[in-house]
């Protein structure tokens, strides 16, 4: 086939980098408000919504192997990256389709009443996403890389550059955006989130990324399969493992590695060959804590998020556009990093190896989730103390226009201020009050109130008409503010066409974002306006007295009340957390990758990086068990714990690292084939020992 260039490239490799960049928004844009869709939409508790988070994660790292075993010895590349392709767009319109509802399936919250409907019309979806973009993983790459003629060195390295930006592109774009589309009013319900549009949005950039694809067909160079090199690895490694035990009586002599076993049936050069791996394997087991730690920026850390002020003057950021920071600092800190960091540690004449890089990046992992908690610390210094089960609360709210004596034993009388609460909440341990009031004559009242819940004890003008209303028993979600209104007059009133409220009553809670909102009070009649500017997460009460002034602006007349306070802790706050951990990938992640590539035999690339994948995948099944196990009681604790334990592994792989010789598989494959083409036939199975190598070690990642 004639190849087609542009300025000295393949044009078919620009269709591969639109359809990368394409791919990783539409994965990492529904990624992005996957934890909260499972929280708030689907109203997961955040153990549960962490979990399958993690689980969903994980099966995107395990179906690599599975995408490349059908790519090499059946499908080819190609057809692999089609057909998988068009099952991960599949995914992604029918993850937006679980999130649509309409009024007529949903309470009065909003949530959609057929639940178990959606919940399995998400899990298809996830499980179809997680084949698709796990499949297509190792293909796409490989697959530009087969554009390139060996001459064209230069330029397979550019593109791989090229690729990885594109990569981290789309990932920045997406989690910016993303979550700006899922903080809008469809329209279906005023109460709900736009996830549709959230996950309508990837979707539509995965049916661009397949027909992108598609359209450069019949330029690409499409190399056909060539069969499996991991199969051949397990193959030969289960039949090591068959003859050992077979041949396990004392009789046989023993052999210097248990591989050796399989020079019966497998050529002597593949069995060196998959020690190399093995040993590269084995210095991969301490490897998943650091990846457990490192996903949970997606999960743990925007949950944590959700309860923090995210505004950043007039730029108000979302707790999921958060994790925009961790590309952000990738694309500062890799330059960084191999231009300036690591030629002044060499210049200094320290021997910074691979592994001791990585074992600083487990480090720096350890150090974020430190901070993380220390975060959490601060947090929950601001959280109110809500009751118990066996516990309740009471505020007490004077709505006359004269100072009010109040006595609810066991507490001291307290004294209240006309259209003004008591300073805090009162807990009890018994439901069962006796209510005192200081007035001519003194007027006493018996009230049950309702374990676990907040109540406020509503006082009007006529002070003998007190009455109990329900508080809310948690801060509002997302980042929303509560706000209820309590009628002080003998007439029916209107708010801004969201609150009725009857003469002297209550009205229910109604949720509104954050900034300044501007309210309409009317009776029929006569009407006037005042504004309040609300920040995150907090519940007020506003108190319009029966002597309210109508007039153009009735700002002054109305009260208004909190009754739990705003998020208070800065997002900015996590950044010193994002920066650690980024830190830790750069010196982790993208070192252990060219780690693997420098000790690895030259057919067996593939192998590694499927391992190294499997590690991520292990990663973050550790966070659904520790999720599901754990039960912590406070989220600080939690994140320590994973600090200590990915300590303790640091470690452990520092122990490893210690022991491990590198070595330069090109020059012990050289020396292997020229021992064999030496060897007579016939001469006894004795294995090559891999000796230490006097080797220069390549610094630059």
């Known amino acids: 086939m004639q190849r087609v260039e542009c300025f000295g490239y393949p044009v078919s490799i620009f269709f591969i980098v639109v359809n990368e960049f394409c791919e990783r928004f539409s994965y990492y844009g529904m990624r992005a408000v996957l934890v909260l869709y499972f929280k708030y939409f689907l109203r997961w508790d955040d153990d549960l919504a962490t979990s399958i988070y993690h689980a969903f994660v994980a099966l995107c790292y395990l179906t690599p192997i599975l995408g490349a075993i059908v790519a090499d010895s059946w499908l080819g590349k190609f057809k692999t990256i089609i057909y998988l392709s068009i099952v991960y767009t599949i995914g992604q319109v029918v993850m937006a389709v679980s999130a649509i509802h309409d009024i007529t399936d949903a309470n009065k919250d909003g949530i959609p009443d057929s639940i178990t409907v959606h919940v399995s019309l998400a899990m298809v979806g996830l499980i179809l996403i997680a084949l698709g973009t796990g499949g297509i993983k190792p293909c796409v790459s490989a697959f530009g890389g087969d554009q390139f003629e060996e001459h064209q060195t230069q330029q397979r390295s550019t593109f791989f550059s090229v690729f990885y930006l594109c990569i981290n592109a789309g990932s920045l774009l997406s989690t910016l955006i993303t979550p700006i589309l899922r903080g809008q009013d469809c329209g279906i319900h005023s109460q709900q989130k736009c996830y549709p549009l959230a996950f309508g949005v990837p979707a539509a950039l995965m049916v661009v990324s397949l027909i992108v694809f598609i359209a450069g067909s019949g330029m690409y160079v499409k190399a056909a399969p060539k069969g499996n090199i991991m199969l051949d690895v397990c193959k030969c490694i289960g039949f090591a493992i068959k003859n050992r035990f077979r041949h396990r009586s004392s009789k046989y002599p023993k052999r210097e590695h248990w591989m050796d076993w399989a020079h019966e049936k497998y050529d002597k050069l593949l069995i060196a060959q998959i020690k190399m791996v093995l040993k590269v394997l084995f210095l991969y087991i301490p490897l998943p804590m650091f990846w457990t730690l490192f996903d949970q920026k997606g999960s743990r850390w925007t949950l944590q998020a959700t309860t923090m002020d995210g505004t950043f003057g007039t730029l108000i950021l979302q707790p999921d556009q958060m994790q925009t920071v961790n590309p952000i600092l990738i694309l500062t800190l890799v330059p960084i990093m191999d231009r300036i960091v690591y030629p002044l540690i060499r210049k200094c004449g320290f021997n910074f190896t691979p592994l001791k890089r990585m074992t600083v990046g487990m480090f720096l992992a350890a150090m974020a989730f430190v901070s993380a908690a220390l975060v959490q610390i601060q947090i929950d210094k601001t959280l109110p103390v809500f009751p118990t089960s066996s516990q309740s609360q009471l505020k007490v709210v004077n709505m006359g226009d004269a100072q009010l004596m109040v006595t609810i034993p066991p507490n001291m009388p307290t004294l209240i201020e006309p259209l003004q609460a008591s300073k805090d909440y009162m807990t009890f341990d018994s439901p069962n009050i006796e209510v005192t009031l200081d007035t001519t004559p003194v007027i006493s009242k018996a009230f049950t109130l309702t374990n676990g819940l907040r109540q406020t004890l509503i006082i009007p003008s006529d002070p003998g008409a007190m009455y109990l209303t329900e508080d809310l028993t948690s801060k509002p979600e997302q ?164 600090a200590s334990l990915l300590a303790v592994v640091c470690i452990i792989f520092s122990i490893m690292a210690y022991f491990y010789t590198y070595i330069n598989p090109v020059e012990i494959e050289a020396q292997f084939k020229k021992k064999d083409d030496l060897e007579p036939e016939g001469k006894d199975n004795k294995t090559f020992e891999m000796k230490p190598h006097d080797l220069k070690e390549k610094q630059d990642a």
């Open 479 to 642: 980042g929303n503010n509560g706000i209820r209104f309590v009628n002080g007059m003998n007439a029916k009133l209107n708010v801004s066409g969201f609150a009725f409220i009857e003469p002297l009553a209550t009205s229910r809670y109604v949720l509104v974002s954050q900034g300044s909102h501007k309210f309409t009070i009317t009776n029929g009649v006569q009407s006037c306006e005042f504004s309040s500017w609300f920040g995150f997460g907090g519940s007020y009460t506003f108190l319009i007295p029966s002597s309210i002034t109508w007039t153009e602006h009735c700002g002054g007349s109305v009260v208004q009340l909190e009754d739990i306070k705003p998020n208070s802790v800065h997002m900015a706050l996590q950044i010193p957390q994002y920066f650690l951990i980024t830190a830790g990938e750069v010196v982790f992640s993208v070192t252990g990758l060219e780690f693997s590539y420098s000790q690895a035999p030259s057919n067996m690339k593939a192998v590694l990086q499927a391992g190294w994948l499997f590690t991520v995948a292990m990663g973050n099944f550790t966070v659904l068990i520790v999720a599901e196990l754990a039960k912590l009681p406070k989220q600080w604790a939690e994140y320590v714990l994973f």
